[in-house]
């Protein structure tokens, strides 16, 4: 079947580095979406990954291995606005079918 | 400042009631999508249009959810008859096939079926 793992919950600290971590089991990729969700809020776009590497959006960056089904999220300096649920999506089949498989998101916490 | 709308925001109704939810894609988006999240089952894709031609609609249940887009403005989801179940946010999102089709969400229906 196809699969999105995710933590459930982090924890950091203002001013620190988190990293959010995303595996994922698909039949094919066709790319790999981060989006931010506050509470009580709608999801919103963060990055997208498509080929290998690292993609840098200014605080946030987005890394991708296609080969290990393997993705991270890297907030840097963070922030008490950062506080927020963190979902990972893959498109996984190729083709007409564009849907997205969803992971059930990191909770991350920003303490001061 | 494009972006997707839903109406109504939020909606409680009796078990049993008919629930239409509305949602208004960007302009110039081809490709809607329908979601339901629920903290157990996290987003869900309920319904998949693109063209207002129906694409994937294997999430949602026949017997009670239909989906329709009556043009290219306009997408409804509908439950009829509704159930405490059904009680989640639903969620309206569009894209583009560019820009690896980014979904652009909506602010979401809560509804809550009493």
Redesign the interface.
């Known amino acids: 079947g196809q699969n999105i793992d995710q933590p459930t919950e982090m924890t950091a600290t203002e001013g620190a580095i988190v990293q959010i971590n995303c595996t994922y089991q698909t039949s094919g990729f066709n ?1 790999l ?1 981060w989006y931010q969700q506050h509470a009580g ?5 963060l990055s ?1 990954n ?1 080929l290998d590497g690292l993609e840098e959006k200014g605080r946030f960056s987005s890394f991708l291995s296609r080969s290990k089904g393997y993705s991270y999220l890297l907030l840097k300096e963070l922030q008490m606005k950062d506080s927020a649920s963190y ?1 990972c ?1 893959v ?1 996984g089949n190729a083709g ?5 498989i ?4 990191t909770s991350l916490a920003v303490n001061p | 400042d494009a972006r997707v709308t839903q109406t109504p925001r939020h909606k409680v109704t009796e078990m049993g009631q008919e629930v239409t939810m509305r949602c208004q894609p960007i302009l110039g988006h081809n ?1 809607v ?1 329908w979601y339901r999240q629920t903290m157990m089952q ?2 869900e ?1 309920l319904a ?1 249009f ?1 063209n207002r031609a129906p ?2 609609d294997s999430g949602m249940p026949k017997d009670r959810f239909s989906a329709e887009m009556p043009d290219a403005t306009l997408a409804t989801l509908k439950i009829q008859p509704s159930e405490p179940r059904d009680s989640a946010v639903y ?1 309206c999102a569009s894209g583009l ?1 560019g ?10 229906t809560r509804l809550l079926v009493l």
């Open positions: 790319g979406f809020e709608a999801p919103t776009f997208y498509v979902l999506a498109r007409n079918n564009r849907k997205l969803w992971g059930l998101g | 490709t999508f996290g987003l894709l998949y693109r694409l994937d969620f096939p820009e690896g089709e980014t979904q652009y969400f909506g602010p979401g």
